[in-house]
């Protein structure tokens, strides 16, 4: 199981992979208090798919993890979360893979 410290690497990682493809004005800061989710986020839907595909590809590649993200974060544990922020995604992140079996 990564430590949270290489959980925001990835997170981080797929940041840069996601902002490839936006927009400048849209681009997502690799900076845990930036809004992902909800009021004043620069993240649509599209922009969310493409994210947890960015994260599952990143994670698979670093340490062999399938996750389905989207299903993850859409689990009732994720809207428990209330993933809003990177900061928020990257604990909710950790928190998962350390209940994996």
């Known amino acids: 199981m990564p430590a949270k410290d290489q959980i925001q690497s990835i997170v981080f990682r797929a940041i840069d992979r996601l902002n490839e493809v936006l927009l400048e004005e849209n681009a997502i800061a690799k900076d845990r208090a930036e809004n992902l989710f909800g009021e004043g986020a620069r993240l649509d839907s599209m922009g969310f798919v493409n994210l947890s595909a960015a994260l599952e590809e990143e994670l698979a590649s670093e340490h062999g993890i399938e996750m389905n993200a989207a299903e993850e974060m859409n689990s009732p544990q994720g809207k428990a ?6 900061g928020d995604l990257i604990d909710f992140l950790s928190a ?3 209940n994996e079996p």
Do not use: D, S
């Not at 979360?81 to 990177?86: Q, R, Y």
């Open 81 to 86: 979360a209330k993933i809003t922020t990177v």
């Open 96 to 98: 998962a893979l350390r």
